[in-house]
């Protein structure tokens, strides 16, 4: 299993608007991309903004960084002042609740 974190610093005032194009047009095309497990958002309300994506492969997982650097360019721009900072790699922990 392969995750990938991203954090965003977006503008405050925008957060609603940044939230619902993520939900509607990002999330969807992760969802149909090959190896796909479960994609996260962490809205903290201030601006910060952090994904967690997580592909059964690492092929899956380079892919939604290409996708979201697209996406991003292409409909969330005007709303992120800054980032993302990336981390990404095989999962070295892991815990479900049964």
Do not use: C
Not at 4 to 10: A, C, D, E, L, S
Not at 15 to 29: D, S
């Amino acid at each position: 299993m392969f995750a990938t974190v991203r954090t965003y610093q977006v503008d405050p005032s925008k957060l609603a608007e940044f939230n619902r194009q993520v939900n509607e047009g990002f999330a969807p095309i992760l969802h149909g991309t090959k190896g796909f497990v479960a994609y996260y958002g962490v809205d903290s309300g201030k601006g910060e903004w952090t994904s967690v994506t997580i592909f059964e492969t690492q092929e899956g997982a380079d892919e939604s960084n290409r996708a979201a650097a697209a996406f991003v360019n292409e409909h969330l721009k005007p709303l992120v002042r800054s980032g993302p900072t990336v981390v990404a790699g095989a999962l070295a922990a892991a815990k479900r609740k049964a």
